[in-house]
């Protein structure tokens, strides 16, 4: 048996949801939109991993992309995404495979979050920003959160109190992508909306539902969560909740499934956010026809020994799901994330705190956070003791497990180009006294103990995507003075040549014209 496995832009979980679907018994075939590489590197993956590819004609999968390869391959018996992008395809997939799912036309309602507030007539009120009514009522002193219709991650979302909040957020999202945006297709038919603010502690659940009816709920609270005016963050998340009590917990799950039986959300894993205020209401904040990240995954492991996506195939192949069983523990997660728009070097941790159950970093030296959007640094999990978990999460959430580290850049002094070195050149570079140490480098930097070693010597990273040039070096270094240049391997030393070259003949005084 197969299983169709719809991927955004070639995304790094590929690996991971490859795996779980052959351990359920379904061998993938993957078909990816298109990456900004043009698929290269998820070709590559999907060689390595050995499974069947495909790779869409544009940045978005289209629907007769997923109709021709649920003709073309043999044996497929649902479809599976974890990308809120590609849900309606998926659900498009699975109608034409009769795998249980919902209608298409009910994801495009819950992903449109101006269309599901509207469908759920909330309290909450949805406003385009392009309505003069809304600059009225912020300069009368309403508070609004802005949010793209349609988004992920954060993208574009901020808490606004003036308008110049707003025009900030619309300027941004103006600009469009960044070169290389996994992001790209949220910036296209796309617009932002403003929702009232709705003051109160939020919570997400995780949902597992079969024919209307959840299979199971599983319960987190964000403890610390950081209202920005250019993005929002949820920086802490516990299970069990911790700010709401049974009874409060108890309405909120039944306004969930209300909700999700409106908008027609019948079969499918989804992860439901909602806000209660200090009168024990609750209000949908925004439904996820996916399984949430951010260590919830792990969360759910942890407490019951279940994996919510294999309980999701489960409802897609026609099995069985079985009831959670009793809690085994509490966890408590925090999510990092870079405080500046600077280059990345690494991360610190708090060795002070106790050690978690899980630490997964995920920067990559060299990287840029982009700024109005989640980028996620680091995820650490807890475990708690069921019996003390409010002490423990109460002790963890004021403290910080993680402390990104970033490049100082140039500083004036004379720089030292390294070009691909190995381990004992970076260290012999780091050592010399009085320069700025850029190390320049064509794949990624990997985190070893030998790299944690050097990172605090170094004053920059370079990526050259290709030695048959030096351009992106040059422009790196414009207008610093070049100590002397390392190149350690003959793949670099061509490369050394061309630069010594092009720096001299900057250096050469221009001749006036006419000069003979």
């Known amino acids: 048996m197969r299983a169709l496995l719809l991927v955004r832009r070639g995304a790094p979980l590929t690996r991971s949801h490859v795996h779980t679907l052959r351990c359920k018994g379904f061998e993938p075939f993957a078909l990816s939109s298109l990456p900004a590489d043009g698929g290269a590197q998820f070709r590559r993956m999907c060689a390595d991993i050995e499974v069947e590819h495909a790779v869409s004609q544009g940045v978005t999968i289209t629907s007769d992309e997923v109709a021709a390869v649920v003709k073309a391959v043999d044996g497929l018996v649902f479809c599976l995404t974890q990308a809120d992008s590609l849900r309606p395809l998926m659900a498009e997939a699975n109608r034409l495979l009769g795998a249980p799912d919902v209608a298409p036309e009910a994801l495009v309602h819950t992903l449109d979050k101006h269309l599901m507030r509207k469908a759920l007539n909330t309290t909450i009120e949805s406003l385009r920003v392009t309505d003069p009514v809304l600059r009225q009522r912020i300069e009368a002193g309403e508070t609004f959160v802005v949010k793209p219709r349609r988004g992920v991650g954060s993208l574009c979302v901020g808490l606004v109190r003036e308008w110049a909040d707003v025009e900030a957020l619309q300027r941004a999202f103006d600009e469009g992508p960044a070169d290389a945006d996994m992001m790209a297709e949220y910036f296209a038919d796309n617009e932002l909306i403003a929702e009232s603010f709705f003051d109160g502690r939020e919570i997400s659940l995780e949902i597992i539902r079969r024919d209307g009816v959840s299979a199971y709920v599983v319960d ?72 949430g990240g951010g260590m919830v995954w792990e969360s759910i492991h942890l407490q019951y020994g279940r994996s919510i996506t294999d309980d999701w195939i489960d409802v897609l192949s026609g099995r069985p799901v079985t009831a959670l069983g009793e809690r085994r523990c509490g966890t408590y997660a925090q999510l990092a994330y870079p405080r500046e728009q600077r280059q990345l070097l690494g991360v610190d941790r708090n060795e002070a705190m106790p050690e978690p159950e899980i630490y997964d970093e995920l920067i990559t ?63 012999a570079a780091v050592a010399v006294d009085g320069v700025d140490v850029v190390v320049c480098h064509q794949g990624p930097v990997v985190v070893t103990p030998e790299y944690d070693g050097v990172r605090d010597g170094l004053a920059l990273l370079v990526q050259v995507p290709d030695w048959s040039t030096v351009d992106v070096v040059l422009d790196a270094v414009a207008g610093a003075e070049i100590a002397d240049i390392m190149a350690p391997h003959d793949v670099t030393r061509q490369a050394e040549a061309r630069l010594r070259k092009a720096l001299a003949q900057r250096r050469q005084p221009r001749r006036p014209r006419g000069a003979a």
């Open 220 to 291: 987190h609270d964000k403890t610390l969560i950081e209202f920005g005016a250019d993005t929002v963050l949820e920086r802490g998340m516990a299970s069990p909740v911790t700010i709401l009590d049974d009874e409060e917990l108890d309405r909120a799950k039944t306004v969930a499934q209300q909700a999700m039986d409106v908008l027609g959300l019948t079969d499918g894993g989804y992860h439901v956010e909602l806000r209660v205020n200090a009168e024990g209401t609750a209000e949908i904040v925004e439904i996820n026809p996916r399984v």
């Open 365 to 427: 030296p060299g990287d840029v956070p982009i700024a109005h959007r989640e980028y996620f640094g680091a995820l650490v999990l807890w475990r708690t003791k069921l019996a003390t978990h409010r002490e423990e999460v109460a002790a963890l959430v004021p403290v910080e497990y993680c402390d990104f580290v970033y490049s100082p850049g140039l500083t004036g002094r004379p720089v030292l180009l390294v070009l691909e070195p190995d381990w004992d050149t970076l260290r």
